[in-house]
Structures are given as C-alpha cells and as structure tokens.
C-alpha cells in the first residue's frame, strides 16, 4: 500500500512538469501491475507504464530523466 502522501507528492511532481499521474484502482491482472502510469495530457497518451507498472521510485527517476532532457535542450 502507497502512503497517502508519497501519492501527493508524484502527483504534484507529475503536475509541475505537465503531466498526469494515475495510480491503478483494480486488482493486479496481466495488464495490470497495480503501480503507477504517467500521461501526456496534451497528447492524451500514456508516455511511461502503460500496464500500471511503475513504482514510486520508478516515477521519481522517470521525471529526473525528463528534467534532465530538458535542461540539455536548454
């Protein structure tokens, strides 16, 4: 179980860089891992965990990795 504010905090973390962050409500399937996916809202497509199958960690780094791409483009 995800503590209620470490799913704030990558929400918010998802929000500051334009993106949104949903959190897998069903029971883990095959196509269901139960984490975390992150979507390109102006695009409206799933850009990382498309089967729900990010970690917390694993959204921190994705969006460190992104920070990262964007300020080399700087």
Request: glycine share 6%.
């Amino acid at each position: 179980m995800i503590h209620p504010s470490v799913d704030a905090r990558l929400r918010r973390l998802a929000r500051r860089h334009d993106h949104v962050l949903h959190r897998s409500r069903r029971g883990i399937s095959i196509d269901n891992h139960g984490g975390y996916m992150i979507v390109d809202p102006w695009i409206s497509a799933c850009v990382a965990g498309s089967r729900f199958d990010l970690e917390p960690e694993d959204v921190e780094d994705w969006f460190a990795w992104l920070a990262s791409a964007q300020a080399e483009e700087s």
